[in-house]
């Protein structure tokens, strides 16, 4: 079983998508799996930085994807690494019917909030999920 | 009209990241018709629009630690900023403390620095869009990276 995950975050600048991704990430790594997470930086890792290869070379990965296309598990791939899960955010708000349109990448409104800690807890339930996979 | 791309760290792992992407929301809140946000995971994934706009109008590049990531991006992509501003050194020059500063959410000293690479890169800003080579490197005692040349040849 592995000790830890890898979160990695796609982190877009311009999409509230993006700013969701980042925002449940920190949750899930500081409050819900506390010592369980290590957190990706997607253009840490396009430049190579050794710290970030090795947390998707060691750990299983959950991307937070907050484009379409789905850049953050592109780029594990690219390092020939597979993706554990890739959790479109769009999607899955609107899955969850939550619509986050009081809210914009530079400031979260109310459902923005929600739709942070919706995913969050999504995203430690599929922590846990890796944790004690065999 | 002319516009400035501005393309900040977007890490997740430091508080200065979350300081540089308040900052370039400032700077593109300021001068929201001359400016243009490029996402840095976007131009990394070859987004036609962030390739486009990135090689199509003066760049500046914010950078938050020494991998320098935004400045590696665009350089693996044969893009050439204007300017390179590096906030640890702006952190430096200013003396701001981010003790106690947050990733998830910034305090007085994460707003004092964002502050202070906002007015830096407002400034060169304004600069370049009047057809001026931004003064900024003369003007303040931490290292500005500049292309002069290139910076010229855009305008």
């Known amino acids: 079983m592995p000790e830890k995950v890898c979160i990695l975050p796609s982190s877009e600048l311009t999409t509230v998508f993006g700013k969701i991704g980042r925002q449940a990430s920190y949750i899930v790594c500081e409050d819900l799996k506390p010592g369980k997470i290590v957190l990706g930086c997607m253009p840490a890792l396009f430049s190579e930085v050794q710290e970030d290869i090795d947390f998707i070379t060691q750990y299983p990965v959950i991307t937070l994807e907050g484009h379409p296309a789905h850049h953050a598990a592109k780029l594990v791939k690219k ?12 999607k899955f708000l609107k899955d969850t019917d939550i619509d986050a349109s ?29 944790l004690t996979k065999k | 009209m002319k516009k400035i791309a501005i393309m900040p760290c977007n890490g997740v792992g430091r508080v200065v990241s979350t300081i540089i992407r308040e900052s370039a929301y400032k700077i593109h809140s300021l001068r929201p018709d001359a400016t243009i946000l490029i996402s840095s995971p976007d131009l990394a994934a070859d987004n036609p629009d962030a390739l486009l706009n990135a090689k199509k109008y003066p760049l500046i590049i914010i950078d938050g630690c020494k991998p320098r990531c935004g400045s590696n991006i665009v350089k693996t ?4 900023p204007v300017l390179e501003i590096y906030a640890p050194l702006v952190c430096a020059d200013k003396k701001i403390p981010l003790s106690g500063e ?4 910034l305090g007085v000293k ?16 304004d600069d370049i869009l009047s057809n001026k080579i931004p003064t900024i490197q003369e003007n303040l005692p931490f290292k500005v990276y500049m292309d002069k ?4 040849s855009s305008l």
């Open chain 2, 149 to 152: 040349e290139k910076m010229l």
């Open chain 1, 102 to 130: 009081d809210s914009s990448p530079e400031k979260l409104g109310s459902n923005g909030e929600k739709a942070v800690k919706f995913l969050a807890k999504y995203t430690a339930k599929k922590v846990d999920a890796l």
């Open chain 2, 102 to 105: 947050t990733r998830v959410k």
């Open chain 2, 110 to 125: 994460g707003t004092w620095l964002a502050e202070a690479i906002t007015e830096i890169a407002v400034q060169a800003i």
């Open chain 1, 79 to 90: 390092f020939s690494q597979d993706v554990a899960i890739e959790i479109d955010i769009e």
């Open chain 2, 77 to 80: 992509k044969g893009i050439k």
